[in-house]
DNA sequence: TTTTGATAACTTTTT
DNA sequence: GTTATCAAAA
């Protein structure tokens, strides 16, 4: 847009709108940021106290932006309201009720890796030897469950309710989890969530005080909030009722992670009176990209109808290509992009988007060979990394003694001789004793069957943490990191692995980039900076107007709460290779939408479902509508899965974009109501197989994943195959 | 106890 | 095709 400042008729008015609950519905690319930055500016110039607004995006980055951006606009006031992302959010009143709830002061937050070994040690203690494979699916199920507000104890009732023996099972495990995870005196993500929710609910005197507090309460992305976060909305906003949420169904992508559409689409009656403004100028694509998008999310059913329209210039066409397979595909896109630098595009100009993270390696392979800079984001996050998690455990249990988790992590890395049986042996006596593994560690004389070597190594350890925490106290988090990488040896013991292994030494550099991340953290102080007295620009933050300084704790509160989509740097000069879900939010002028193909874009998981269907569309309609000027879909004709060649019929997503006509078997809609992705076929029909030449069905049996089908080949030869794995197409 | 090698599981998306 | 996990050897 022109003029930064300026607003459009339907912004002005979701700007200036002081009745009470407001929806407003933003299409992609209508400025959905901009309204809600001008409002919590507008809010401010019109005297409401910054500190009693609270604006609640999607991601960290997210936050930091809009704070940026209501402090240019109504300058200190960015710095002072709260803008946060709801988990970080809520790690902030729990933290400051932490007594009354029963948790540490310093209580850890515990990711999806510490959820999964939790979920293991559980099933493992249970002794449900079929379940002990499955700890992934039982960690989101226990999520799933948190996000809809259901402790251990309500699941199990409602388990028994269903009398339904697996939910028992899941029932079982997750009170057990829940009884390790508060010995620990930690909390997962769901947990923040569930664990506001229960405070509020349990007291009233604190409902009241944030209820009265926040005078004002905006929701970004509010189609993809769960159940928690709704309660949490409605909790907050039922005094003064000042609530604006923003959001758009057609880009509900999170329904997988307990998110509910119904959310927003049922806002006006859970909100009588409430004011809806929809915002349906786009600013952000040409006419053509936002045709084609158009085109293919109006194939849902049941979606409020909406119509994007746009002043911008025609554009050049949205381009579809199809390549052989993987390999072709990421070369044919690095080839484009070469060609759009030549235009003067600038590498930081571009995104390429997957559906899959596995789908990464042969664009970086790509991209590399043709020398254009560019950096994937979030496939192997950065904080998931094993000597990163290992360091953070360090600090986490010489702060909080009560973290049984992070200490059997790093028990025995480097290696002191706390082996396997040293740490059953521990935990044995931790769990007769019902006390911690820390005090387990620190009685190891009183500890059966350990070895000479293993008491010694238990006592070092003891110190070590105890002198950690103790350093602790007088450091800033750049140096209390650095501290846990030198005393623990660590470091040493990477440096001497290193030699050897160029692995080990990439893990080193990944430290070294640990080290960094804290020091700008300290810099930066990872919390607001003090409100600054006049301009509204970049501003150092002023150390001594801060309550106290920044310390480790706070920098791993920070790095739990780390997003993948917090990774991406917009001023960084290379091209952007993400999944589509991270893409939301962001926009280039040239996106190249990779792997449209069924089976993969949509996955061949929705299958059986209509509602996933739906949501894969939706999921395509926010990768193309990112895109500014060029928007280019490309699809490969085979593709290697598991190291086996699938081969794949394009997207039908790419017929309903209008980009290319549908295949004369009309199989792509046929099957566009859900019908197994893979190739529809039925006896007679003429089929081509890249060994065996082509022929014609003339049997089919079994179904499903196990349908075959008997083709008699040109070549005389006739074949049973499975259709699952031959290579077939339609000839 | 530690390192090494084999095996099985994994891939949908993540706050 | 890769990575995490588990058993046997040093």
Known sequence: MADPDSLNPEQREAVSYRGGPLLVLAGAGTGKTRVIVHRVASLIREGAAPERILAVTFTNKAAEEMRRRVDALAPGGGALAWVYTFHAFAA????????????????????????????????????????????????????????????????????????????????RVYEVYQKKLSASGGLDFGDLLLKLVELFRGDAAIRELYQERFLHLLVDEYQDTNHAQYIITKTLASKHRNLCVVGDPDQSIYSWRGAHVRNILEFESDFPNAKVVRLERNYRSTPNILQAASLVIEHNRGRLKKSLWTERPEGPSVEVEELADEREEARSTARRAARLLDEGFSPKDMAVFYRTNAQSRSFEEAFTLAQIPHRVVGSVRFYERKEVKDALAYARAALNPADSISLSRILNVPPRGLGKASQEALEAHAKKTSAALREALEHADKVENLTPAARQGAAELVLLLEQLRREFEALGPADAMEAVLQKTGYWAWLEGLAESDPEEAARMENLQELLNAVREFEETCGEKPAPSPASGEQQAPARAALPEAPRIERFLESAALQTQADAYDANRPSVTLMTVHLAKGLEFPAVFLTGLEEGLFPISSVNTNPEELEEERRLCYVGMTRAKERLTLLHAATRRVFGRVYSNLPSRFIFEAGLIGRPAEDAAMARAHCAPAAMRVKAGMRVRHPEFGCGEIVEKSGSGEMLKVTVAFDSGATKKLLLRYAPLSPA
Do not use: C, W
């Open 92 to 171: 902030r009143i729990l933290r400051s009720h932490a007594q009354r709830l029963g948790l540490p002061r310093r209580f850890t937050i515990y990711d999806q890796d510490d959820q999964k070994r939790l979920v293991a040690e559980s099933i493992k203690e249970l002794g449900l030897e079929k379940e002990k494979n499955k700890a992934s699916l039982y960690v989101s199920l226990i999520s799933r469950a948190k996000d809809d507000l259901l402790d251990a104890q309500s699941y199990a009732i409602y388990a028994m309710a269903q009398n339904d023996p697996s939910r028992e099972t899941v029932a």
